[in-house]
């Protein structure tokens, strides 16, 4: 009896006596987990991610899926800068970046999406000359999205983004699964496989 109480005494102390170091690494702090936010994407270029974004699903396949832009963008497509000063006034970004995956969950074929604030485009403005390939692969047949930056897109079923006013559109930042009725929007389940044009 005596012997099994130091042993789970001296077990104890030896759990204590851990280095503050090791016991820092399992805890990030608001600003480690803002540095995180940060990728290098599947083609080398980093891409910001919001904290919501970082700690879901979209994570991993934001960072392994390819990114295509707006073929109207394209002359900025690859432009490289300098990371600039961390304390500038917030701005607009050139883009706004959409995960979008053919099956829930961020699974089957993803591809980041990449087009101007306010800007309305269908999967056909990014397929390349003579191709139908990415609105073949992406037209009507999404079920997963994410934004870059945590903040929502509107989805529509037709081209155009409602320019005939008969599709009122889908607010949403994040759904991990459009056939499942959401408590905020239960029409979520009406884009399931229907998305074709979006304005973030």
Same mark, same amino acid.
């Given at each position: 009896?005596?012997?099994?109480?130091?042993?789970?005494?001296?077990?104890?102390?030896?759990?204590?006596?851990?280095? =503050?170091?090791? *016991? /820092?690494?399992?805890? %990030? !702090?608001?600003?480690?987990?803002?540095? +995180? =936010?940060?990728? *290098? /994407?599947?083609?080398? %270029? !980093?891409?910001?991610?919001?904290?919501? +974004?970082?700690?879901?699903? /979209?994570?991993?396949?934001?960072?392994?899926?390819?990114?295509?832009?707006?073929?109207?963008?394209?002359?900025?497509?690859?432009?490289?800068?300098?990371?600039?000063?961390?304390?500038?006034?917030?701005?607009?970004?050139?883009?706004?970046?959409?995960?979008?995956?053919?099956?829930?969950?961020?699974?089957?074929?993803?591809?980041?999406?990449?087009?101007?604030?306010?800007?309305?485009?269908?999967?056909?403005?990014?397929?390349?000359?003579?191709?139908?390939?990415?609105?073949?692969?992406?037209?009507?047949?999404?079920?997963?999205?994410?934004?870059?930056?945590?903040?929502?897109?509107?989805?529509?079923?037709y081209e155009g983004c409602?320019?005939?006013?008969?599709?009122?559109?889908?607010?949403?930042?994040?759904?991990?699964?459009?056939?499942?009725?959401?408590?905020?929007?239960?029409?979520?389940?009406?884009?399931?496989?229907?998305?074709?044009?979006?304005?973030?």
């Open positions: 009896m005596q012997r099994i109480s130091v042993l789970s005494l001296a077990t104890g102390v030896a759990a204590l006596s851990l280095p =503050a170091s090791s *016991l /820092a690494k399992r805890e %990030q !702090t608001p600003n480690q987990a803002r540095a +995180v =936010a940060n990728i *290098l /994407a599947a083609d080398g %270029q !980093t891409l910001e991610l919001d904290e919501k +974004v970082v700690n879901s699903a /979209a994570y991993e396949p934001f960072k392994a899926s390819a990114r295509v832009l707006a073929k109207t963008d394209a002359q900025a497509a690859r432009r490289e800068e300098q990371e600039p000063d961390p304390s500038r006034p917030a701005t607009t970004p050139g883009y706004v970046f959409v995960l979008q995956c053919t099956e829930n969950g961020f699974r089957g074929d993803c591809l980041v999406f990449g087009a101007a604030p306010g800007k309305c485009v269908s999967y056909f403005d990014f397929n390349s000359a003579n191709s139908t390939e990415i609105s073949d692969a992406y037209n009507d047949k999404v079920i997963s999205l994410s934004t870059n930056t945590g903040g929502s897109c509107q989805f529509y079923k409602n320019n005939k006013g008969d599709d009122r559109g889908l607010t949403s930042s994040y759904d991990y699964d459009l056939s499942v009725p959401l408590p905020s929007d239960p029409r979520t389940v009406e884009y399931y496989k229907e998305i074709t044009s979006w304005r973030c």
